[in-house]
């Protein structure tokens, strides 16, 4: 076969052989370059770096250190363009303490022991001393923030406390032993009579939970809500001399103490604490009770000898978180305790929980429990309490809504009910005893009388006074048409023939026989009291 021959013109044949020298040519690239500005510590500095660079490259070429806190102008991560003026802004900081004086607060204290308008310092008043920490951030030297990130209590202020006089008219009483009452958060004291008053505690954050006397009324035992706002301490208990007026409190390293702590009856070689303790918590009602019982020994000067649990930490029957009352028997051999589902006692010579009577719990629907008041008689062969009552009505028996006033008697080792709807808050507490001519012991009870009895949980309440065996009830105070008294814990005197009672915000005298009150304190903010023969 013959070839055959193409002829192509002159611009064909051209636009060919380009083509193909294109084609036979690798295609070859030239990065271009930009000029950026610096402006960095004061300075403006040019520099030429490839198209496509981004800030922190162009500072990496400059070879420019960022700080960690240093800004960047447009961010680290921009891509430049001709012209473009990168800044960078040094950032730091530094912390600064500041002293700061903080003023002492102004307390008054009533004293209706002193004329009115007489005035005397006892406490002379202190500034105290904060700290404050400051973080603050500089931009290019000039200041931007100032935070405060820690504050300390470098020194406490101290409280300038002046006691005012607020002379009552009222005719002064004879006062037998000593009657400690707590008033606006101080303990005071009465001796000999009602104007022989004077302050033992003051500034201390009394919280009222433990106001005892000990038996010779030489000592008061009280509970202190700590200053320092420590999370795992509700309260301390602490001590100090009746007597001694220079005396400072002491410290008896028990702390968390809700329901009970009291002096033993007996001292003889020496004083008896008994106490129990509670776990602080979070929730409702703030504590988790150990239901535990501790003895702790002191000489007669207040030095603590010895320390000893008898009761282990238990669950505490039902209601068990709310916790365990106790009642030293008048002998100081034993004591009574009380919780939501029962009363018994705790022998001292044989430690345990012998349980006496079953109670119905009640139900609160809350986040409190209900515990019954008890009350070794003066023979210490009975034992006062208030019973939980069957249902008056169609409701469960958890609900009942009535209490009565009881007693259980070690002879026949029973229990038998003296007072019919006495309510929730009876209180009952015996009456020192004395000895009859044909030596038998005689005391009498005195207890609260709800004056709505089957609303008793909000009622008010009436003094009443019964015979040991439930006999001769009598209400004394206050007088019909008043106002009845907010239940709280009654103080017999030493003598047995009064009954100290708060009343409206105030620490008042019933005499035993006739209802006759008389009031001792003015002020309205009387919290707690306790009454102790005293030499």
Request: a negative charge; hydrophobic letters at 40%; proline letters at 9%.
């Given at each position: 076969m013959k070839a055959r021959r193409v002829h192509l013109s002159p611009a064909v044949l051209g636009l060919v052989l380009a083509v193909c020298v294109a084609a036979c040519v690798a295609p070859t690239t030239t990065a271009g370059a930009i000029d950026v500005t610096l402006l960095?510590?004061?300075?403006?500095?040019?520099?030429?770096?490839?198209?496509?660079?981004?800030?922190?490259?162009?500072?990496?070429?400059?070879?420019?250190t960022l700080g960690a806190s240093d800004r960047l102008d447009p961010p680290a991560y921009a891509v430049l363009a001709e012209g473009t003026r990168i800044r960078v802004s040094r950032v730091s900081e530094r912390f600064e303490v500041e002293t700061e004086v903080v003023p002492f607060e102004r307390q008054t204290i009533r004293n209706e022991a002193m004329p009115e308008g007489e005035t005397r310092l006892l406490q002379p008043g202190v500034n105290g001393i904060q700290e404050t920490t400051?973080?603050?951030?500089?931009?290019?030297?000039?200041?931007?923030?100032?935070?405060?990130?820690?504050?300390v209590q470098a020194q406490a202020p101290v409280p300038e406390i002046v006691m005012m006089g607020a002379q009552l008219s009222y005719a002064p009483l004879s006062v037998d032993g000593v009657l400690a009452y707590l008033s606006g958060g101080n303990a005071w004291i009465m001796r000999d009579d009602t104007r022989n008053r004077r302050p033992i505690v003051v500034g201390e954050n009394l919280d009222g939970r433990v106001f005892r006397l000990s038996p010779d009324g030489r000592w008061l035992l009280y509970s202190q809500t700590p200053t320092d706002e420590a999370a795992?301490?509700?309260?301390?208990?602490?001590?100090?001399?009746?007597?001694?007026?220079?005396?400072?409190?002491?410290?008896?390293?028990?702390?968390?103490?809700?329901?009970?702590?009291?002096?033993?009856?007996?001292?003889?070689?020496?004083?008896?604490?008994?106490?129990?303790?509670?776990?602080?918590?979070?929730?409702?009602?703030?504590w988790q009770a150990n239901n535990d019982l501790w003895l702790l020994t002191l000489s007669f000067a207040g030095r603590v000898t010895d320390r000893e649990q008898v009761i282990e930490s238990n669950a505490g029957g039902q209601y068990g978180w709310w916790g365990t009352s106790y009642a030293w028997a008048p002998d100081g051999s034993q004591l009574a305790y009380a919780r939501a589902d029962g009363i018994g006692r705790v022998p001292l010579d044989e430690p345990g929980l012998q349980s006496l009577v079953e109670i119905q719990p009640f139900q609160s629907f809350s986040d409190w429990a209900w515990v019954p008041g008890v009350s070794w008689g003066g023979d210490n062969q009975s034992l006062y309490f208030v019973d939980h009552a069957p249902p008056q009505g169609l409701?469960?028996?958890?609900s009942s809504p009535a209490f009565d006033l009881s007693a259980w008697i070690s002879e026949s080792s029973s229990s038998v009910s003296l007072i019919p709807q006495t309510?929730?808050?009876?209180?009952?507490?015996?009456?020192p005893a004395t000895v009859e001519p044909g030596g038998e012991l005689a005391y009498r009870l005195a207890y609260l009388q709800a004056v709505a009895p089957l609303e008793s949980q909000n009622s008010s309440y009436q003094l009443s006074i019964v015979d040991r065996d439930g006999s001769e009830a009598t209400m004394l105070f206050p007088p019909p048409g008043e106002a009845g008294l907010t239940p709280r814990p009654l103080a017999w005197s030493p003598a047995g023939d009064r009954v100290a009672v708060l009343y409206r915000g105030d620490l008042w005298i019933v005499d035993a026989q006739t209802g006759q009150g008389q009031r001792l304190t003015g002020d309205n903010q009387t919290a707690a009291m306790d009454w102790k023969g005293g030499a």
């Open positions: 960095v510590d004061g300075d403006e500095i040019p520099i030429r770096v490839p198209s496509g660079s981004t800030a922190l490259q162009a500072l990496e070429l400059a070879a420019i400051y973080r603050i951030v500089e931009e290019e030297g000039k200041p931007t923030s100032r935070t405060a990130v820690k504050v795992d301490e509700i309260n301390r208990l602490r001590i100090v001399s009746t007597s001694d007026e220079a005396a400072e409190p002491l410290d008896l390293q028990v702390s968390n103490i809700v329901h009970f702590a009291d002096w033993s009856p007996q001292a003889i070689d020496g004083y008896t604490i008994a106490y129990s303790t509670v776990e602080p918590s979070p929730g409702a009602p703030g409701e469960s028996p958890a309510g929730m808050f009876a209180y009952p507490s015996a009456s």
